[in-house]
């Protein structure tokens, strides 16, 4: 499959996946919360612990400053930065009650807070210019990302900074074919070691479609400065089946 331009893209993606946006995931993450993270590392071949460790490298949080971490899941980005830098004001938004209860779980069994708000991510209840940092892992190709990306750069500070990291559509169609073979391979595999449900195994379709109508790393990087963003860097990982990006909200004039 062959999907539209950029600027088309969203509204395909939401015409042809809606349905699943609205009414499955919620079922799907209640399914998966307990086990999320073990069943993302048996999936990525054991590759999961590295891609995180990439991502986090690409941050550099400052004392006391405010982060907000959208589609937290089981919190793992934000305990992974208080425990760099115990200063940090962490706000966690996402979803799923069932993820978020068991990254709060995480966060307090190691004496960490971390806010918890349950709620749209394509609406966030928080002020203009309020965060120095906002990161967003895994959960992009299930969201309008216009629309997300656009409320992002509303939340940060200028000179703050938006950190994202998820599965893309690679730009090469050889790597793309063989991708997609991994994919419908260890989907099953990894349901069935885990116990899945009829929620998350029914849904193996579409996470490699969701994949299949996605963006290149590339065409995220146009995304991000079409909306604003400046200093955008990306670092394609496996001939870009992972993508970190990172981006800024442009300073104020006169700001260092």
């Known amino acids: 499959m062959s999907p539209p331009p950029i600027a088309e893209r969203d509204a395909f993606r939401l015409q042809r996946f809606g349905n699943v946006w609205q009414e499955d995931l919620e079922d799907i ?6 086990y999320y993270d073990r ?3 048996v999936a990525s071949l054991g590759l999961w612990g590295w891609f ?3 991502f986090m ?3 550099k949080p400052e004392p006391n400053q405010r982060v907000l971490d959208v589609c937290a899941g089981t919190n793992a980005v934000g305990i992974a930065l208080l425990k760099r830098e115990p200063t940090l004001e962490v706000h966690a938004i996402d979803r799923s009650r069932a993820m978020q209860a068991v990254g709060q779980r995480h966060a307090l069994e190691l004496g960490f807070h971390i806010g918890s708000t349950i709620g749209d991510v394509h609406v966030l209840p928080f002020p203009d210019n309020h965060f120095d940092m ?3 892992q895994w959960a992009s190709r299930h969201l309008r990302v216009h629309d997300l990306f656009r409320e992002i750069h509303r939340v940060l500070k200028p000179g703050g900074h938006f950190h994202h990291c998820d599965m893309l559509r690679p730009g ?3 790597i793309e074919k063989l991708y997609y073979v991994f994919l419908r391979a260890s989907l099953p595999i990894t349901g069935l070691l885990y116990g ?10 579409y996470f490699v479609e969701a994949i299949e109508a996605f963006y290149t790393s590339d065409e995220l990087s146009e995304v991000l400065r079409s909306l604003g ?3 955008v860097e990306a670092q394609p990982l496996l001939a870009g089946m992972i993508g970190l990006h990172r981006a800024a909200k442009p300073a104020e004039p006169g700001q260092a």
């Open 29 to 34: 993450f209640v399914d998966v919360a307990p």
């Open 39 to 41: 069943a993302n590392y």
């Open 52 to 54: 995180s460790r990439r």
């Open 57 to 59: 490298a690409m941050m």
């Open 134 to 136: 906002v990161t967003l």
């Open 172 to 174: 090469n169609p050889v």
């Open 196 to 205: 899945s449900g009829s929620a998350a195994m029914n849904a193996r379709k």
């Open 229 to 231: 963003y400046c200093d």
